[in-house]
């Protein structure tokens, strides 16, 4: 179980002014097993709330703890994956879904019977000796995916992983990953900005505002399980369009609210 | 009108020359036979210090054959080996800690970037005051002319792996010596290798520099005493040989370059 209790952060503005609070007394729990996924507007705190929970940014006040522990920097237990794939241009695909591996010190044989096994699972079996340069953008996220799953984690940390890949390599990732997670079950915190994304994936989906970003509302999402199997089934279902358009009309309130309040801001 | 034709410019039948063949090579021997063409040319107008390319290669043959050059040549390459491999070690690892450690970089950054401007040669008596006529002020020079050039290039290269990369090598819990050798350094080393090249040039200046203004010796030793006697044939006949030892050492730089760096895309290769 993983716990968040008042986070704050605040950056520093252009030049030291104008401070911006990034994220303002957030409390979460998010569930073992579960699948969450984490929705808002650009400039929401999102993405530093993944980095904080990566223990890749110190926050000001407040309090993350994974089974009781608090995270004080990265850790085995958590990997994740990163809207730019982040992949070492030199290294192979096996090399690099074994990086993880490589970096606890897992031996050659080991790490790469593990990796191949995962890059199997991602459907790149054949592409073991590729450089990531000679990959799609779809395949290099598989190998991200990989080589966050070879590390056997606890929680997986998404940074938007899909939002850099077309509509198409999208949604046939969405798929995969459903299938990868059912099969699996590990924690997940996934973030996006798209609400289909959001609500096919996730159990819950946490709505975030920007400017302070604060949680606005935890939406359930009881669609049946799993859900892989018909995806198209589940996204035309009346419940999935009734949580999608419930999210959107509450992020439209949060856009004209922020336009409003940036008139008076301008008018004062 | 037919398409034009792509780089495979090969000659089918016809032995190569030279012994780097790639298909990018046709347009450099091209530029070398036009350059010389014009040597010879411009050479046979008759301006008193410029003879023609024949002359002078007639002359490199003759100073070759009187044991002019190479025993003089086999002395100024020991001393660019050796100053060459002082500049790289010390420069590669200098500019590592500077693209590294912010305090570092804070710390040199001032004194490279003023020892890089000023002209090296002005260092060039008080090596003569410390070691004299002996090789180590040669080598000094040299070293002086290529080390700050690697130094600040190498820097720079840390300094351009990308944030996300660090970042990602983080949160897989990497030490700070795992980020190094397995993120950092594999990340900077297609810029540092061409560090090392602006270096490699940079070492055959300062050797000749170094040969002509303090200890004359090898080959600056013998374009000084031709330069007195005005011979601009036997000048600019060593000028080639040292031409052609630069080229062959940054050719031997980006043989070791292309092996390390063979991941790139061929289109962000550099030179």
């Given at each position: 179980m993983i716990e968040i209790t008042g986070l704050c952060k605040a950056f520093a503005g252009r030049r030291g002014i104008g401070e911006v609070q990034a994220i303002q007394d957030l409390s979460l729990t998010v569930h073992d097993h579960e699948f969450l996924t984490i929705l808002g507007p650009s400039g929401c705190g999102k993405t530093t709330l993944l980095r904080a929970l990566a223990g890749l940014v110190d926050w000001d006040e407040g309090e993350i703890s994974i089974d009781g522990k608090p995270v004080r920097g990265p850790g085995p237990e958590r990997s994740m994956v990163f809207q730019n794939f982040a992949l070492l241009p030199w290294a192979t695909v096996l090399n690099n879904v074994a990086f993880g591996l490589e970096l606890r010190g897992v031996g050659k044989k080991e790490r790469e019977e593990k990796a191949a096994h995962l890059i199997q699972t991602v459907g790149l079996s054949g592409f073991e000796k590729r450089l990531p340069g000679e990959l799609s953008g779809g395949m290099q996220q598989r190998v991200g995916l990989a080589r966050a799953l070879a590390v056997e984690p606890e929680v997986l940390l998404m940074d938007e992983p899909f939002g850099a890949l077309d509509e198409q390599t999208r949604r046939l990732l969405q798929e995969e990953l459903l299938r990868i997670w059912e099969a699996n079950r590990i924690t997940v915190i996934f973030i996006t900005h798209s609400m289909e994304e959001a609500v096919l994936l996730g159990d819950r989906v946490v709505?975030?505002?920007?400017?302070?970003?604060?949680?606005?509302?935890?939406?359930?999402v009881p669609l049946a399980r799993p859900r892989s199997a018909d995806v198209d089934r589940v996204s035309q279902s009346e419940e999935f369009v009734a949580i999608t358009s419930h999210l959107w009309t509450r992020l439209r309130d949060m856009q004209h609210e922020l336009q409003h309040r940036g008139v008076e801001a301008v008018a004062s | 009108m037919k398409a034009v034709a792509v780089p495979r410019l090969s000659h089918p039948g016809r032995p190569r020359r030279l012994p780097l063949g790639s298909a990018s090579l046709a347009p450099t021997v091209l530029a070398l036979v036009v350059g010389a063409v014009l040597w010879e040319l411009v050479g046979r107008l008759g301006f008193p210090f410029f003879p023609p390319l024949s002359a002078v290669l007639a002359r490199l043959a003759e100073m070759i054959g009187k044991g002019m050059i190479i025993d003089p040549l086999v002395t100024s390459l020991g001393n660019l080996a050796i100053g060459f491999a002082i500049s790289v070690v010390f420069g590669v690892a200098i500019?590592?800690?500077?693209?590294?450690?912010?305090?570092?970089?804070?710390?040199?950054?001032?004194?490279?970037?003023?020892?890089?401007t000023a002209p090296s040669l002005v260092f060039a008596p008080i090596f003569f005051s410390i070691w004299g006529l002996d090789r180590q002020s040669i080598i000094a020079v040299i070293v002086m002319y290529t080390i700050f050039v690697i130094i600040i290039n190498t820097a720079a290269a840390v300094e351009t792996v990308p944030a996300s990369l660090?970042?990602?090598?983080?949160?897989?819990?990497?030490?700070?010596?795992?980020?190094?050798?397995?993120?950092?350094?594999?990340?900077a080393t297609p810029l540092t290798m061409a560090a090392i090249r602006v270096g490699a040039g940079a070492a055959v200046k300062g050797m000749v520099n170094g040969e002509m203004f303090i200890a004359v010796v090898g080959l600056g030793a013998v374009v000084t005493a031709a330069g007195r006697r005005f011979d601009a044939t036997s000048v600019l006949a060593v000028l080639i040989v040292m031409i052609v030892v630069a080229?062959?050492?940054?050719?031997?730089?980006?043989l070791v370059d292309a092996r390390l760096t063979s991941w790139l895309p061929p289109t962000s290769r550099t030179g």
């Amino acid at each position: 179980m993983i716990e968040i209790t008042g986070l704050c952060k605040a950056f520093a503005g252009r030049r030291g002014i104008g401070e911006v609070q990034a994220i303002q007394d957030l409390s979460l729990t998010v569930h073992d097993h579960e699948f969450l996924t984490i929705l808002g507007p650009s400039g929401c705190g999102k993405t530093t709330l993944l980095r904080a929970l990566a223990g890749l940014v110190d926050w000001d006040e407040g309090e993350i703890s994974i089974d009781g522990k608090p995270v004080r920097g990265p850790g085995p237990e958590r990997s994740m994956v990163f809207q730019n794939f982040a992949l070492l241009p030199w290294a192979t695909v096996l090399n690099n879904v074994a990086f993880g591996l490589e970096l606890r010190g897992v031996g050659k044989k080991e790490r790469e019977e593990k990796a191949a096994h995962l890059i199997q699972t991602v459907g790149l079996s054949g592409f073991e000796k590729r450089l990531p340069g000679e990959l799609s953008g779809g395949m290099q996220q598989r190998v991200g995916l990989a080589r966050a799953l070879a590390v056997e984690p606890e929680v997986l940390l998404m940074d938007e992983p899909f939002g850099a890949l077309d509509e198409q390599t999208r949604r046939l990732l969405q798929e995969e990953l459903l299938r990868i997670w059912e099969a699996n079950r590990i924690t997940v915190i996934f973030i996006t900005h798209s609400m289909e994304e959001a609500v096919l994936l996730g159990d819950r989906v946490v709505l975030m505002s920007a400017r302070p970003g604060k949680i606005q509302e935890i939406v359930p999402v009881p669609l049946a399980r799993p859900r892989s199997a018909d995806v198209d089934r589940v996204s035309q279902s009346e419940e999935f369009v009734a949580i999608t358009s419930h999210l959107w009309t509450r992020l439209r309130d949060m856009q004209h609210e922020l336009q409003h309040r940036g008139v008076e801001a301008v008018a004062s | 009108m037919k398409a034009v034709a792509v780089p495979r410019l090969s000659h089918p039948g016809r032995p190569r020359r030279l012994p780097l063949g790639s298909a990018s090579l046709a347009p450099t021997v091209l530029a070398l036979v036009v350059g010389a063409v014009l040597w010879e040319l411009v050479g046979r107008l008759g301006f008193p210090f410029f003879p023609p390319l024949s002359a002078v290669l007639a002359r490199l043959a003759e100073m070759i054959g009187k044991g002019m050059i190479i025993d003089p040549l086999v002395t100024s390459l020991g001393n660019l080996a050796i100053g060459f491999a002082i500049s790289v070690v010390f420069g590669v690892a200098i500019g590592l800690l500077m693209g590294v450690y912010h305090r570092v970089h804070a710390a040199l950054d001032i004194y490279v970037n003023a020892l890089l401007t000023a002209p090296s040669l002005v260092f060039a008596p008080i090596f003569f005051s410390i070691w004299g006529l002996d090789r180590q002020s040669i080598i000094a020079v040299i070293v002086m002319y290529t080390i700050f050039v690697i130094i600040i290039n190498t820097a720079a290269a840390v300094e351009t792996v990308p944030a996300s990369l660090i970042e990602m090598g983080r949160s897989y819990n990497a030490s700070d010596w795992q980020l190094f050798r397995k993120v950092i350094l594999p990340a900077a080393t297609p810029l540092t290798m061409a560090a090392i090249r602006v270096g490699a040039g940079a070492a055959v200046k300062g050797m000749v520099n170094g040969e002509m203004f303090i200890a004359v010796v090898g080959l600056g030793a013998v374009v000084t005493a031709a330069g007195r006697r005005f011979d601009a044939t036997s000048v600019l006949a060593v000028l080639i040989v040292m031409i052609v030892v630069a080229f062959v050492l940054i050719k031997a730089v980006q043989l070791v370059d292309a092996r390390l760096t063979s991941w790139l895309p061929p289109t962000s290769r550099t030179g």
